[in-house]
């Protein structure tokens, strides 16, 4: 697919509007994933990209319907958006169910054995571990 990232990123952007939070969150995610990917032969750079970006699509609905989200709801909320939204720029089905199965299991024990899905969870891993040492210590100097 041409232009795939710039794709993604619109995706992203135009669901968040202007929750940036959650579209810094999922690009920091994307670099992180991109660098542990390097190591590894056997997966898709669409399908880290288009994971990595997405991965979080479930915290509007469940925050919508629910008042809240979390990993459960994360889980249960995504794989629907992100089939819709990678249908609509002709995300080929193959790899398209294969980031509805990542993002419908990014927080949970792994059901799949998909290289991408270890590179999510790993890279998603660092970067929440991050921003909650950045929350803490701008807490501590509240």
């Known amino acids: 697919m041409p232009f795939f990232k710039g794709q ?11 929750d940036y939070r959650r579209i810094q969150h999922a690009v ?11 190591n590894s032969d056997s997966c898709d750079p669409e399908v880290v990209v288009a994971a990595a970006l997405l991965h979080d699509v479930g915290i509007k609905p ?9 990993g459960k709801t994360q889980e249960e909320y995504g794989p ?3 089939r819709a939204l990678l249908a609509d720029i002709g995300f080929p ?3 398209l169910q294969k980031v509805v199965d990542i993002v419908g299991n990014h927080h949970s024990p792994s059901r799949f054995d ?3 899905l270890a590179v999510l969870k790993e890279a998603d891993r660092i970067v929440n571990r991050m921003e909650e040492a950045k929350a803490v210590g701008s807490a501590g100097k509240a």
């Not at 670099?31 to 390097?38: D, G, H, S």
């Open 8 to 18: 993604i990123v619109k995706l992203l952007t135009d669901y968040f509007e202007d």
């Open 114 to 116: 998909y290289p991408e």
């Open 28 to 38: 920091s995610v994307l670099r992180y994933a991109e660098n542990i990917m390097e």
């Open 93 to 95: 089905e193959d790899k």
């Open 62 to 70: 469940s925050e919508k319907e629910l008042g809240y989200n979390n």
């Open 80 to 82: 629907p958006v992100v």
